[in-house]
């Protein structure tokens, strides 16, 4: 896989994601700063060891920036590689918190008046409504609003169909309207936005119906869900990423999860950056292995989809 090739296909996701919401990077303090670029790069190069500290120094200084990004790492075990891993629970709380109550505060809650860091912790708090998660999307977080509304599925909320003309509301969950208006009967409706579709689409799946192997690989390749994991297996599987990708679904846990990949916030990192790095890729690989024990079993499971894949995640899985 050249490099030319990744920064082709990146460029078209890129393209397809602007479709669902601008950017709202350069507007977090501190973001600028030097010292916090730095960290920043070598966090998205997978160096934990060097990137956490300094980030950590840099949130203990007052940078909101690098509070917001330490704040999202300790809340997400799939930003978190082995060397965080393996801290002691003491040293853990030290990098990603700041003072206070029996386990230290999350550095979101100093983040100020920063509109993102607000609402997304409202989102990881459960204080959220519809609402509230769309507005991310007039900050350009789509990944954040996907993320939002599959939680609020999670927590068994209704009323998602009251959304149905909303813009903002993702075109990667409109399932959570569909199956409101299959309760209230109205199949008509349902199997008109179904024809609209890719016959490859999971969310038909979510709805009861079946989608071909075939027309999944096809979907799977063109969406910019999927862009961390089209990235890893365009480049560790060029032989089979089609197969690699469908692997990689079934491991981090369905369509769910994959409409929840991408950057932490894209307001401190674009999506295009965080797919084609280190740390967006091993997200994909860190997704999967929070979902489960990485057993012989399993590893035996997925390579019937794909060795290349399997390979990958008990590749990581070991440094574990």
């Not at 050249?2 to 303090?29: D, Q």
């Not at 230290?104 to 959220?128: F, H, I, M, N």
């Not at 990689?248 to 769910?256: E, Q, S, T, V």
């Amino acid at each position: 896989m050249t490099e030319r090739l990744l920064a082709a296909i990146l460029g078209v996701l890129l393209m397809l994601s602007l479709s669902v919401g601008t950017t709202a990077a350069g507007e977090i303090p501190g973001q600028d700063d030097p010292g916090y670029l730095a960290a920043l790069d070598l966090w998205l190069d997978d160096d934990e060891a060097g990137a956490l500290n300094r980030l950590a120094e840099l949130a203990r200084s007052g940078n909101i920036a690098a509070r917001m990004l330490v704040g999202l790492v300790d809340k997400d075990l799939a930003l978190q590689g082995p060397w965080l891993a393996l801290r002691t629970k003491p040293e853990r709380i030290a990098l990603l918190r700041t003072s206070g109550g029996l386990s230290g505060t999350s550095w979101l809650r100093e983040a100020g008046d920063v509109k993102p860091a607000q609402l997304w912790l409202k989102v990881l708090d459960g204080e959220a409504d519809i609402k509230t998660v769309l507005s991310l999307a007039d900050l350009g977080e789509a990944r954040a609003v996907r993320a939002g509304l599959i939680s609020l599925e999670s927590r068994q909320w209704n009323g998602f169909a009251e959304f149905a003309d909303d813009q903002r509301f993702p075109d990667a969950t409109r399932y959570l309207i569909w199956r409101e208006w299959q309760k209230d009967g109205r199949n008509d409706a349902v199997a008109a936005a179904l024809a609209t579709r890719q016959p490859g689409d999971p969310q038909r799946a979510l709805l009861g119906d079946g989608v071909p192997v075939g027309e999944l690989e096809s979907y799977l390749m063109q969406t910019h869900l999927a862009a961390p994991l089209t990235v890893l297996c365009h480049k560790e599987c060029p032989a089979s990423p089609g197969a690699c990708m469908r692997a990689g679904l079934k491991a981090i846990g369905g369509y769910r999860r994959l409409a929840s990949l991408g950057t932490p916030m894209a307001a401190l990192i674009s999506e295009q950056r965080f797919a084609a790095s280190q740390r967006g890729r091993n997200t994909v690989l860190r997704t999967a292995l929070s979902l489960a024990f990485l057993t012989e079993l399993r590893i035996r499971q997925l390579a019937r989809t794909d060795a290349c894949f399997a390979r990958l995640l008990a590749d990581e899985g070991q440094r574990f």
